[in-house]
């Protein structure tokens, strides 16, 4: 067997156990092989399902992640991310300018760039979620492979944020938003690390009951993400650290081994938090990584 990724023989398995099947607390009946590439470090496990877009354009997938597929229920689920996303991008990037969000969802993100963004393709599979944007005027399509008919070329600016450890071909993906952009354009891609300090102190508990997750095909690094963009043609690549989660949190998976949130408390101050964040940033050991991409 071989890296999905860099081809490499130098493989091995980390995980071998049951995984999170959906939303929290749920997971598969057999256990699931977990891959490790030695060489550029990728992490991915065969997929489980047969026809996995046919998946992602049925409202099985936000049912069973997110308990509904209904418009409302995402903005209650996902308009608390924007300010995150905001933190990743800046806002000066965007006023005047061709805007491709990949795997948008309802559109949360994309609705506070509605009056300053000239033009917003907003590329989701679910059909459900493709009609509430075309209502809001977006450009929308299925993938974005299907945007380049129209914009290959001519787009500013393409964020993807909890998207890319979805795809079968990560490489296709990467293509896609070189392809889309035009020369001197950006991407911002965000998405879920190893989480090494979380790992590190919970082991297998953490991994089976949120790290590891069947919709998640791949967990991706610094190594192996500036891999994919140098092949897809980049030459001007950086990497950020965000840790999402916060010392309350890792507390409170201590405490009662689940994901039940935060503890709060009122030794956990602003300032401890703060702290705890910017060092797993410092040190790379953080929840989350952004890759900075210009054509």
């Known amino acids: 067997m071989k890296c999905k990724l860099c081809r490499s023989e130098n493989i091995h398995i980390i995980y071998n156990g049951q995984i999170r099947n959906g939303g929290l607390g749920k997971y598969t009946d057999n256990k699931v092989n977990i891959f490790q590439c030695d060489n550029c470090n990728v992490i991915w496990h065969e997929n489980q399902f047969s026809d996995m877009e046919k998946y992602y354009e049925s409202k099985e997938y936000r049912n069973s992640l997110e308990g509904s597929s209904e418009e409302e229920q995402f903005y209650l689920l996902h308009d608390k991310e924007t300010l995150n996303k905001f933190q990743y991008t800046g806002t ?4 005047d300018k061709i805007v491709a969000d990949i795997g948008c ?8 760039l509605k009056g300053v963004a000239k033009t917003i393709i907003a590329v989701e599979p ?12 977006f450009y929308t399509y299925s993938y974005a492979d299907e945007a380049k008919e129209f914009y290959a ?5 393409i964020t993807s944020f909890d998207v890319i450890e979805h795809v079968e071909r990560p490489d296709s993906f990467m293509n896609d938003i070189y392809e889309l952009l ?9 998405t879920p690390t190893d ?12 991994e089976k009951k949120v790290l590891f997750s069947t919709q998640h095909l791949w967990i991706f690094s610094n190594k192996n993400l500036k891999i994919l963009a140098k092949d897809a043609g980049f030459l001007n690549i950086d990497i950020k650290y ?21 503890i709060q408390n009122e030794f956990i ?16 050991t953080s929840d989350y990584i952004i890759l900075y991409l210009t054509k």
């Open 92 to 95: 000066d990037i965007f006023r």
């Open 105 to 112: 969802g309802c559109g949360a993100f994309l609705d506070f």
């Open 126 to 137: 679910s059909e459900t979620y493709r009609n509430v944007m075309e209502k809001k005027g």
């Open 153 to 157: 070329g001519k787009v500013d600016v």
């Open 182 to 190: 035009r020369e001197g354009g950006k991407a911002i891609i965000g």
């Open 195 to 206: 989480a090494p300090v979380m790992r590190t102190l919970l082991g297998e508990i953490y």
């Open 242 to 262: 965000f840790q999402r989660y916060g010392i309350g949190n890792l507390f409170g998976w201590i405490r009662d081994k689940e994901p039940k949130g935060d």
């Open 269 to 284: 101050t602003h300032t401890f938090d703060s702290v705890w964040k910017s060092q797993c940033d410092d040190y790379g």
